[in-house]
């Protein structure tokens, strides 16, 4: 690691671990982040960055800048948290499942992008080297809007690499394929009446959602293995004795490629029009986003992984050894391993296929984009689950969060003082582009 970096981390990770923690408390969901995307803008002003919020039109999204010339390289930051997963820093459940929680660390996954920015300038200005550095604030991850709809309006074309992370269970170089999500809304309109004195006036809307979810869960039947379709209720009616007119049901459909995906797409929508025939409704389908496939880097995957190897682990204290136990014990889940994950999974020939999705994926799409895993919960913890949200409230989540910032930096220091570097990333990029 280069000394710079190294002495800076040494130095300010209090910082770091210090607004990871005041993200955690704040918990804010998809556009309702105006407080955790303050705290890093802040802590990112205090190093020298200059703030630009209302990217795309989005209160939440921001971009921190810093340094001069060429290259750009941009740390990518999400902060919002989940509804429901609320949960405290202990290893039994504790949560209120009225509040939000930090249930993807996403808390972690921020802090530490800003981390790796602020480190990343901190060198290169202490050097007298030229480059820039940004931070992008992506709000809204978990409804994979943020980064779609900032790619749209044309942020992240001035960067050059865009690079960021993942809390998990297990440490790897991405080299992981997401798959392509759409998420739509479909509305019914039907008719209202008295339930028990005059149904017959009445066309029920929630009728129509039931019959609609019914079809999609037949067609599951019919659709490559891979394929996610679900659902939820966002309408469905105030009270039983009146005939609901309207409801409201959002639909996340999911598939590894963009052609399979448009298929499913389409069948559902099918499947929504034959509900409204049925219950003498009309239906509105609104797409909240269409997704992209992931385009990897192999150049950028290869360094992420030797950097990888070459930055030291965390190591646990037996105090946080014991929490990784009962924590697992705790879950009743027989795939939750008490143990921290030390290994970093090998790069091979093959593309790990993912099940779950992120709009990082459409940043892919228009800059070289690297990403990395790194263990912040015990070996098989799951993701949006209680014991996620412990985990990124405690020093075990900031362990994981400190060494991905380490390489990140170091890894955007590579392609700043190394040409050769950048050049191979970016003729990946077009390759992978041409395919
Ligand atoms: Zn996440």
């Known amino acids: 690691m280069d000394q710079d970096i190294r002495s800076w981390f040494a130095e300010n990770s209090e910082g770091i671990r210090e607004i990871s923690q005041k993200i955690f408390d704040k918990a804010e969901t998809a556009f309702e982040e105006r407080e955790s995307a303050k705290i890093i803008a802040e802590y990112l002003s205090s190093y020298g960055f200059t703030t630009e919020f209302g990217i795309a039109g989005l209160p939440t999204a921001f971009r921190s800048r810093a340094g001069q010339g060429q290259p750009v390289i941009g740390f990518l930051g999400e902060y919002d948290a989940l ?70 309006a044309g942020a992240f074309r001035e960067l050059d690499v865009a690079l960021s992370w993942h809390p998990f269970h297990l440490n790897f170089a ?37 019959l609609m979810n019914v079809g999609v869960n037949y067609l599951r039947e019919h659709v490559p293995e891979e394929v996610r379709m679900h659902y939820c209720y966002l309408d469905a009616g105030e009270t039983p004795n009146i005939v609901p007119e309207y409801a409201r049901v959002l639909y996340y459909l999911r598939a590894r490629d963009r052609n399979t995906l448009d298929d499913v797409v389409a069948r559902v929508k099918k499947v929504a029009e034959g509900a409204a025939l049925m219950t003498g409704t009309t239906v509105t389908g609104k797409v909240l986003c269409r997704g992209s496939e992931t385009v990897l880097n192999e150049r950028l995957i290869r360094h992420l992984d030797g950097l990888m190897r070459q930055i030291e682990f965390p190591e646990y204290t037996e105090e946080e050894k014991k929490f990784g136990i009962t924590l697992a014990e705790n879950t009743n889940l027989s795939q939750v391993k008490g143990e921290f994950s030390r290994e970093i999974m090998p790069i091979t020939g093959e593309v790990i296929y993912l099940s779950g999705s992120t709009d990082l994926s459409a940043v892919s799409q228009i800059v070289p984009t690297g990403f990395i895993f790194v263990t912040c919960f015990p070996k098989g913890t799951p993701l949006h689950h209680w014991a996620c949200t412990a985990c990124a409230g405690t020093s075990v989540g900031q362990k994981g969060m400190l060494y991905a910032a380490k390489v990140l930096a170091q890894c955007g220091y590579d392609l700043i003082t190394r040409q050769s570097l950048l050049e191979e990333v970016k003729d990946d990029f077009y390759q992978a582009c041409r395919k």
């Not at 050097?127 to 992506?138: A, D, I, L, P, S």
């Not at 039907?190 to 149904?199: Q, R, T």
């Open 83 to 152: 509804p429901g997963l609320n949960q405290g820093r202990d290893p039994y459940f504790t949560g209120d499942s009225a509040k939000n929680g930090h249930g993807c660390g996403h808390n972690l996954l921020g802090a530490g992008a800003a981390a790796a920015a602020a480190a990343l300038h901190s060198a290169l200005r202490r050097q007298g080297k030229e480059g820039t550095v940004v931070f992008y604030g992506c709000p809204a991850e978990e409804v994979f809007e943020g980064k779609n709809k900032m790619v749209a």
């Open 174 to 210: 991405g080299k992981a394929k997401y798959q392509v999500m759409d998420s739509i809304e479909f509305a019914f309109q039907g008719l209202s009446a008295h339930a028990a004195v005059e149904p017959h006036l009445g066309r029920s809307a929630l009728d129509a959602c039931e």
